[in-house]
């Protein structure tokens, strides 16, 4: 169980580190990330939805190397 949990740990961080080509695609990309994250964990997945997509917006708004 924990080796598994490992790999969707990295998946997430993974998934949070892609970049769309849009605002929308990054929200997106984030919240799906967000959410299969905190799901993983047991926490809720409405609230990893919502930081995820913030993240990961916010990630792409901040890098040159995204767009």
Not at 36 to 55: E, K, R, T
Request: aromatic share 6%; hydrophobic share 50%; charged share 10%.
């Amino acid at each position: 169980m924990r080796i598994s949990r490992f790999f969707f740990v990295a998946a997430t961080c993974a998934g949070l580190a892609a970049c769309g080509d849009s605002t929308g695609e990054q929200a997106l990309l984030g919240g799906g990330a967000g959410a299969v994250g905190a799901a993983v964990l047991n926490a809720d997945p409405i609230l990893g939805a919502a930081v995820g997509a913030a993240g990961n917006v916010l990630y792409c708004k901040t890098q040159n190397n995204c767009n």
